[in-house]
């Protein structure tokens, strides 16, 4: 069974069937296309790039300067204060979050009992950051 046109006349003559042939060139041309241009555009220079930790900025709190002169005087920021208010107010600064930093300053002929009450107080009020503070170029 051959397909052939309606009439036998020439072969010039219209034929109803559709060619396929140009559209399978086509279709294939666009697939060349795709498959070469698809791992042009997926590709990409792999850089190490660095990593960033976001965190919320804290703030400092006032450090608290505690000075002692040769006498035996406690200063709490330049107020002078006794022992009872002395722990009251490290108990009071140990609540803070976070805690602040005391700086103990003492005078070079003060007594070491008197410097070591200072830093039982701290500790058992809670503070637990103390730093001394000296001066290096004092002779």
Not at 14 to 23: A, G
Not at 35 to 44: A, D
Request: hydrophobic share 40%; net charge negative; charged share 20%.
């Amino acid at each position: 069974m051959s397909m052939g046109s309606f009439s036998d006349s020439n072969d010039d003559d219209f034929n109803p069937e559709i060619n396929t042939t140009p559209l399978v060139d086509v279709m294939l041309v666009l697939l060349i296309i795709f498959i070469i241009t698809i791992p042009v555009i997926n590709h990409t220079v792999k850089v190490d790039l660095p990593q960033a930790v976001n965190q919320p900025n804290e703030t400092k709190p006032d450090n608290i300067n505690l000075a002692i002169d040769a006498q035996g005087k406690v200063f709490w920021n330049a107020d002078q204060i006794d022992m009872e208010q002395l722990k009251l107010r490290i108990a009071e600064a140990a609540k803070h979050a976070p805690q602040p930093e005391l700086h103990l300053r003492a005078e070079r002929t003060t007594q070491y009992e008197t410097v070591a009450q200072v830093m039982a107080a701290a500790q058992s009020g809670g503070l637990t950051k103390i730093g001394f503070i000296t001066d290096p170029n004092a002779k």
